[in-house]
């Protein structure tokens, strides 16, 4: 199981970005898989993801409504789209997974906790004017 998140970079306040995490060894569309963020000096973030019980998607409070989650059919690209973005969501953004079987611990909104066996290496996202 492989994640590697790309596509950060340096955007003025008000702006988009996508990020892309590519998958290999799994499924995006079958294994549980988040979006998670760390700015210096604080803790790593849940921002976004897809629990196991079903299809929908949880997002932190504070890029609801900005931020959104998609796959593809293949089920080897996951992307966080990003809009309006704020100096505060400056940070590394992280994709992450974690294998089946999933026991209550990953049902709804608790799917953003930090709690994956499967990380990609970070991409660093900047808002800034």
């Known amino acids: 199981v492989q994640l590697q998140a790309y596509g950060g970079g340096s955007v003025q306040p008000g702006g988009f970005l996508r990020l892309s995490c590519a998958a290999s060894g799994f499924n995006v569309n079958y294994w549980v898989v988040g979006w998670f963020r760390q700015a210096p000096g604080k803790e790593r973030e849940g921002v976004g993801c897809?629990?196991?019980?079903?299809?929908?998607?949880h997002f932190a409070d504070s890029v609801k409504g900005r931020f959104t989650i998609s796959t593809d059919t293949n089920g080897d690209m996951m992307y966080l789209e990003m809009t309006n973005l704020k100096p505060e969501d400056s940070a590394t953004y992280y994709c992450?997974?974690?294998?089946?079987?999933?026991?209550?611990?990953?049902?709804?909104?608790?799917?953003?906790?930090?709690?994956?066996?499967?990380w990609g290496q970070g991409t660093l996202v900047t808002v800034s004017s």
């Open positions: 992450a997974t974690n294998e089946p079987p999933y026991g209550s611990q990953w049902y709804q909104d608790r799917c953003l906790r930090p709690i994956y066996n499967y």
């Open positions: 897809i629990s196991s019980s079903g299809p929908t998607r």
